[in-house]
């Protein structure tokens, strides 16, 4: 169901949600089970209605179509990846934007793969995307040279972590390493460097949002490694238990990791992350972690041990990432810059 407005004729912008939104969500957000959603906090900042997999009667497709017939109510359609905003622009391209001339900003998170770029190289829908959003910079220089999409109309933005969920908290007995996610994980590389060390390992594979097939599926993991999944609730208690947390990734040309990247600096953790085009972002290196290079099990395994034997510098890099966050990451930050953008789309003339 769109929510927020009584009379959706009188909204001005529409924001999809690429999922079902639970119907109790708030309850949880209040009694602390689940961080703050970004699009609630979105729908609240711009006035914005919701459009959701429940409300379209389907998915991505079906949600771009029931954008596609509700332009003529919205002044700005904020599309939440290129899964629905390339469909919707195709479609306002082929049929006209309405009587309001409506507006498109899309979220994109990897235009780099070939099914995706052919809408662009053949069918030109990037006419029909006002402001493309990105968390790489290594996508904004690709969709501004590939497309010759001027610069003003491609935006790197940070992305986010609930500051206020995921907080520092004392670290209890039996502190461990760890390690979240799904996407692009190399966690073969992170087993491998791991093994026989003295340390426990817990690898949260698995992600809400994620397709990807569990890396560490059908290998044999070593006693020193826990592969289980975890409700947000209890992944925070990994990340407090965690001396500090480690990102291996395959090499990728968008921000694969900073999901699992913001909510360990969030707790004040450090961070070890494998070093790829589309990851380069969010680390500083020897300030709030370190980079390692791709699928090399032997330089991944010495900056472990390096922090390990260096707590004060792990705690010293938690720190920063911590403040760092708070500065630039947050989610009340990203919702500040993403009700500036999207409110200056609406007004462009």
Wanted: proline share 6%.
């Amino acid at each position: 169901m769109v929510t927020n407005h009584v009379q959706e004729n009188m909204a001005k912008i529409l924001l999809t949600v690429s999922g079902v939104i639970p119907p109790d969500i708030k309850t949880q957000i209040v009694a602390g089970q689940r961080p703050r959603a970004d699009y609630l906090e979105l729908a609240r900042a711009l006035d914005a209605d919701l459009l959701d997999y429940g409300s379209a009667g389907s998915k991505n497709m079906g949600l771009a179509w029931a954008c596609f017939r509700r332009r003529g109510r919205y002044r700005v359609i904020f599309t939440d990846g290129e899964q629905v905003g390339i469909p919707l622009a195709l479609l306002l391209k082929l049929f006209g934007r309405g009587p309001r001339r409506t507006r498109h900003v899309m979220i994109g998170h990897i235009l780099s793969v070939g099914k995706k770029m052919i809408f662009f190289d053949r069918l030109g829908v990037q006419s029909h995307v006002d402001c493309f959003l990105v968390y790489s910079t290594w996508q904004k220089q690709f969709i501004q040279d590939r497309w010759r999409v001027s610069p003003e109309r491609v935006i790197w933005t940070p992305f986010q972590a609930d500051a206020q969920f995921f907080r520092p908290e004392p670290t209890i007995q039996h502190p461990i390493i760890s390690s979240a996610g799904l996407e692009f994980r190399d966690y073969p590389t992170l087993i491998e460097a791991v093994e026989k060390m003295d340390v426990q390992v817990i690898l949260a594979a698995a992600s809400p949002w994620s397709k990807r097939t569990d890396t560490t599926a059908h290998r044999p993991i070593p006693p020193n490694v826990t592969v289980r999944r975890f409700n947000l609730h209890e992944l925070r208690q990994v990340y407090a238990r965690s001396r500090f947390v480690v990102v291996p990734l395959y090499l990728v040309n968008f921000q694969a990791g900073v999901t699992t990247l913001l909510e360990a600096m969030a707790m004040g953790k450090a961070v070890i992350i494998t070093r790829t085009p589309g990851q380069s972002d969010v680390v500083v290196e020897g300030e709030t972690g370190l980079y390692v290079p791709p699928a090399d099990p032997g330089a991944l395994r010495k900056a472990i041990q390096y922090l390990l034997a260096h707590p004060a510098e792990a705690e010293r890099m938690g720190a920063n990432g911590r403040r760092l966050l708070e500065e630039q990451m947050s989610l009340d930050k990203y919702v500040q810059r993403l009700e500036r953008i999207v409110n200056q789309v609406r007004d462009e003339k």
